[in-house]
């Protein structure tokens, strides 16, 4: 099942969203009494994970060191193995946070695909001054409700934060809020990694939130959904005939440099016959050796090591036809024939 990644600017009610969505596909999901669900969903966030949001404040970072911001890194990898943790074919995931690095969102897309899940981003639409105007609401509360100094106190923080659904510290420092803004890299859904793309803005209604979430739910999850598949480039390939470009090429030379040494004699000028492939009783090929003088090893490796370094760019073709051991071979004696013809 997929991973769901909420991303927006901070404070633009991503939380709020997110929450909706878990309501929305834990009904979806739900199985009667006698038969529970396959699916298990997961919400992950940094307040789940007990993350501040002081990590990803950089105001009193060196400007020189922010890239390197250990702080936040360790914080995207706390995420990071919650989400692997429990991603799977059975699994929804919702990862709420700022996922404001598009390089960040291409690792999460990257895990999705290596476990044949499909994934899709949430994007929270929400003007800057609006969600500007949020952050200095909640930074009043914070100053306004001061130090609680009595248990009712607590008590009443805790029913506060029970019916808006909104932690103690859900504000960012405005120096921190600015930065995280100017940082975020908006997903565009011409990329593999940020597709599908959906949207909910600040002013859609119930009724439109539910016909993103249906749709939402029909491309990645319903019966219009796409088969995943792995990376081919993370298939190890066998080493025979068809499998592994690079030892063909290196077997399929050394043969030929072997056979010319076998053959020929102290005089040069000899003609080496060289069968069309290993162990083919097909045309032979010709080599041509220079008349008067003896090729050794040493010319003959640098020679092929020079033609392997052209024709390394056939990895991954093995299985076309003018790619295959015959070709190589084929190509190979007419090098080193065009090499002796220049020498003499």
Request: one cysteine or more.
């Amino acid at each position: 099942m997929p991973l769901v990644i909420v991303t927006g600017l901070p404070t633009s009610g991503k939380t709020t969203r997110a929450k909706q969505l878990h309501s929305y596909l834990s009904e979806r999901i739900q199985g009667s009494p006698s038969t529970p669900s396959k699916y298990r969903l997961h919400i992950i966030s940094d307040q789940t994970l007990s993350i501040h949001r002081s990590v990803y404040d950089l105001s009193a970072t060196p400007a020189h060191t922010r890239s390197a911001n250990a702080s936040e890194k360790d914080a995207r990898a706390s995420i990071y193995g919650a989400v692997k943790r429990v991603l799977s074919d059975r699994d929804i995931v919702i990862l709420d946070g700022l996922n404001y690095i598009k390089g960040w969102r291409y690792q999460l897309f990257c895990e999705a695909k290596a476990v044949r899940t499909p994934s899709c981003v949430l994007r929270i639409g929400c003007s800057r001054d609006q969600a500007r105007e949020v952050n200095e609401e909640r930074l009043q509360q914070r100053q306004q409700g001061g130090e609680p100094d009595k248990d009712g106190a607590d008590a009443a923080s805790e029913e506060k934060k029970q019916e808006t659904g909104q932690e103690e510290d859900d504000a960012y420092e405005p120096g921190n809020w600015e930065n995280l803004v100017f940082r975020y890299e908006e997903p565009n859904a011409m990329t593999r990694w940020d597709s599908p793309l959906f949207t909910l803005i600040w002013e859609d209604d119930e009724a439109q939130t539910k016909q993103v979430f249906d749709s939402m739910w029909d491309t990645i999850a319903g019966e219009a959904r796409k088969p995943v598949r792995p990376n081919q480039a993370t298939v190890q390939r066998g080493r025979d005939g068809g499998g592994d470009y690079l030892y063909v090429l290196d077997r399929e030379t050394q043969d030929i440099v072997k056979r010319i040494l076998d053959q020929q004699s102290d005089e040069g000028g000899d003609e080496i016959k060289i069968p069309g492939a290993s162990g083919n009783n097909g045309d032979d090929l010709v080599v041509e050796l220079p008349a008067g003088k003896k090729v050794g090893l040493p010319q003959l490796q640098r020679l092929r090591r020079a033609y392997m370094g052209l024709h390394r760019g056939g990895i991954g073709l093995e299985n076309v036809g003018n790619m295959g051991p015959e070709r190589i071979r084929e190509t190979f004696v007419g090098y080193l024939n065009d090499a002796f013809e220049k020498d003499g």
